[in-house]
């Protein structure tokens, strides 16, 4: 009897002596893909774009498999003319669904501007030669029999002047075309057209 007296003697002390564990704090659930993208677009409208893409960014780490955050971010990033990053969050659409047409279609149209703007620049320096100008060329031609273009950036249509002017503007070009040739040589984007 004393062991069992001592027993529980023992018990009560311990039991005196067990803390209660506090109550662990409930963590909110984490927010759906839908609730995320909800935020993002209401973010979007309201012309807060960089808080979008953030949301968005959000989305796509809490929802890796998912493609539309990257779709949306890819659209954005292209409207702002920024085709490097449209390019960077399309080929992530790509990832998820290679047959995304949205997303091959920026891929496409982003890379064709950036290109544009390269080869003005180049122009501008006058130094495109060489292979540049010989793979610019078949690009040219690839971009012409892709889109069934002959003239794959078209003259502008001037208005119609009068003939007298129209003689005296056709003097003119002629006499700033010979100019132009002798002193910078053919133009570089002559086979491009």
């Known amino acids: 009897m004393s062991r ?30 839908d609730e995320l993208l909800a935020k993002a677009t209401e973010a979007s409208t309201a012309g807060r774009k960089e ?42 659409v790509l990832v998820r669904d290679p047959n995304d047409r949205l997303a091959n279609s920026i891929i496409a149209i982003s890379g064709l501007r950036l290109s544009t703007r390269a080869l003005a620049d180049l122009s501008r320096q006058n130094n495109l030669s060489g292979s540049i100008k010989t793979e610019s060329q078949d690009l040219a031609k690839l971009l012409r029999e892709s889109l ?30 010979a100019v132009a040739a002798g002193a910078s040589g053919a133009d570089p984007f002559g086979a491009l057209k």
């Open 4 to 33: 069992f007296v001592g027993a529980a003697a023992c018990a009560i002390l311990l039991s005196a002596c067990a803390t209660t564990k506090p109550e662990l704090a409930e963590k909110p659930p984490a927010p759906t893909m």
């Open 51 to 92: 808080d979008a893409v953030t949301l968005w960014r959000e989305a796509a780490a809490a929802y890796p498999a998912d493609k539309a955050p990257w779709s949306s971010i890819a659209q954005t990033r292209y409207d702002a003319g920024q085709y490097g990053e449209a390019i960077v969050s399309a080929q992530e």
């Open 148 to 177: 069934g273009e002959q003239i794959l950036v078209p003259a502008p249509v001037p208005a119609t002047p009068p003939a007298k002017a129209v003689a005296k503007g056709r003097a003119r070009s002629r006499a700033k075309q």
